[in-house]
């Protein structure tokens, strides 16, 4: 079991950043695959950003490519989102997601993911 808790969402003007984070609880931080996806009202969750295992290779959805940037720290169970940039269609609720992954794999597919946190709002101001 692995639980998941995300952190530094909030308020933002255009064009300005943040960066998320997302605790894991458990020892094997290690063996998932983390992504984060994001929900906006009235629309499905939808992918926004991956890693692999060991931070081998990542994965971004075309609205967020070089504007957002997925990292993890494994010595403390803890992935990143940082935002640059930021649109009012960013503004959204962020979820982290955990897979056990075997190595060198990520995906963008939220129906397999195995572990989610319970959101934190991002609001972006134009």
């Known amino acids: 079991q692995v639980q998941l808790v995300e952190s530094g969402g909030g308020l933002v003007q255009a064009g300005g950043s943040l960066r998320l984070s997302c605790t894991a609880s458990?020892?094997?931080?290690?063996?998932?695959?983390m992504g984060w996806f994001r929900q906006a009202p009235g629309k499905e969750r939808e992918f926004v950003a991956a890693?692999?295992?060991?931070?081998?290779?990542?994965n971004y959805a075309d609205s967020v490519k070089g504007r957002f940037t997925i990292s993890r720290d494994n010595a403390k169970n803890t992935v990143y989102l940082q935002m640059n940039s930021l649109k009012p269609e960013d503004t959204a609720v962020y979820y982290c997601?955990?897979?056990?992954?075997?190595?060198?794999?990520?995906?963008?597919?939220?129906?397999?993911?195995?572990?989610w946190g319970q959101g934190t709002q991002v609001t972006v101001s134009s």
């Open positions: 997601a955990a897979r056990y992954s075997v190595s060198g794999y990520n995906t963008p597919f939220k129906g397999e993911y195995d572990y």
């Open positions: 458990g020892r094997t931080f290690s063996s998932y695959a």
């Open positions: 890693i692999t295992r060991s931070s081998t290779s990542t």
